[in-house]
């Protein structure tokens, strides 16, 4: 871990807002429904490097808004992140025992309850989104929710999730490997940078560097996982490891080769910063964060 | 069937009108994810009573609403739904081979493809409300994303499945089926007349009447449901019936016995026209619905 003390004071900051958000929306019911919302909280509480809700916080602060605001915003994101991982771990998709160094909520639960947590914090991400509590124009909210529902959908994760899907990766070149990352990983990715963009009331077409950072940090980031996926540890990263190799799935390791993948990785961070040129100071933290993504080891 | 010629026409007109617009939302794309599409049109194309979109319209018409505009929301509640029904016949949830007379989802393709299916019907549901086609107020359109979102989640239908999960059901009382019901299949029909009300600009305080509708014509479609699983035709119904039954779990029927049911839910679509006094020959196709859902056979 090599974050700068800047980033780290706000890494530790946002796993403990998240983590009381998430405490304060899943409070557990007294009633037949207690294990739904325990199997949320499993998932979404305690653990994660919480890097969607950090690019929100990060880009939105740059146009100094409201920071509670931010913070719901960052939890919705974060909501659908949880989701996604939770379906990805079933036995019917990736079929994972461990994540976060945790059981997985089908393993710790039960496979249905897993399938309706994960169908819950889809859910609760809107509502938090469209809450009037979360931003007082309507817009914003509605603007907030049509961005994540498109990165969530067939059209982004989902989409993403569905390439993953059986053999097919097994034939895939490097343009659809990236075809399927941008959708998978980098959609949620951006929109956590458009979000703040959204929140600081940057119009569309002055979003154009913050969005090539967030495309540039989000296929980095996939970078750096392949490579984390094939040199990393599997204690240190609480899941298991190795499993795209063993599956024949292609990925940027295996097309590029170790070397010139960590380079790649090493080129979208630069450019990714150039993006943020026309910022000053206050776009630190997000240049922090880029070079964050790069020298993660988990 | 014993539905008014009004209503009759009202059916066939959504029926062809939901098909089109789902067929025209899941354009199956030249990519890796085309089953993901397929999977989505197999559950949302061709099938069902539409009772939910059909409730946004008649709700909505009485306040003359762009038709455009109903048909979009209408299809956005029944994304959930149809989403809610092949998460529900997963192996892992209601292991159910049939729906509407085909095979479910993941018999037809596999269970990875019906969890994500599910899931990014979910999303497409949000992507629709929040889209300025869909209404060109921003206040309308995320006061209908707040609700479906709560409709959705742990406090609606996701909340009443997770009640239905298990071996808990076996020992609820009427009062315990009643809310299991009112989370897991009336949260929904309450907010598809909710909607119509949101799209009529009708103010919270002016949808007493609507609301109380709802909630009795939800609840008189549950029993109805409950007398349908014991007395219906598998081949008419196009599922398997009497699981509830078998699996010891207690219903309205199992706690009141046949003809007390059946005259509850008499009772409740009497109460729930009852609820339309203030409104003239506009609500009738309101009050229709009521009687067909008494009435219906599947």
Chains 1, 2 share one sequence.
Not at 148 to 169: F, H, Y
Not at 280 to 290: K, P, Q, S, V
């Amino acid at each position: 871990m090599s974050a700068s003390p800047a980033l780290q004071a706000a890494l530790a900051e946002i796993a403990t807002e998240i983590d009381a958000r998430f405490d304060q929306f899943l409070a557990v019911p007294d009633d037949p429904r207690a294990d739904l919302y325990r199997a949320m909280r499993h998932a979404a509480i305690g653990g994660g490097k919480r890097l969607r809700p950090l690019l929100v916080h990060a880009t939105a602060q740059i146009f100094g808004c409201d920071r509670d605001c931010i913070a719901r915003v960052g939890t919705a994101i974060e909501a659908i992140h949880v989701y996604s991982l939770i379906h990805d771990d079933l036995p019917a998709m990736d079929d994972d025992d461990m994540r976060r160094g945790k059981p997985t909520v089908h393993k710790a639960f039960d496979e249905a309850t897993a399938i309706l947590a994960g169908d819950s914090l889809q859910a609760l991400a809107f509502e938090i989104l469209a809450d009037p509590a979360t931003h007082p124009d309507p817009f914003v909210r509605a603007e907030l929710t049509l961005d994540l529902a498109r990165a969530a959908g067939p059209a982004g994760m989902c989409g993403g999730q569905a390439m993953d899907l059986g053999a097919a990766r097994a034939g895939f070149d490097l343009a659809m490997v990236g075809r399927l990352q941008a959708l998978k990983t980098g959609a949620l990715i951006a929109t956590s940078v458009e979000a703040g963009a959204i929140l600081g009331r940057v119009a569309p077409e002055g979003r154009t560097g913050l969005r090539g950072y967030a495309r540039d940090i989000g296929l980095a980031f996939q970078i750096v996982d392949d490579l984390l996926d094939v040199e990393g540890d599997e204690a240190a990263a609480g899941k298991k490891l190795r499993k795209d190799a063993d599956a024949g799935k292609k990925t940027f390791v295996s097309l590029l080769g170790i070397e010139p993948a960590r380079e790649r990785s090493r080129l979208l961070i630069d450019q990714a910063i150039a993006h943020l040129r026309h910022y000053g100071r206050e776009a630190d933290l997000l240049r922090d964060i880029a070079r964050f993504v790069l020298e993660r080891d988990r």
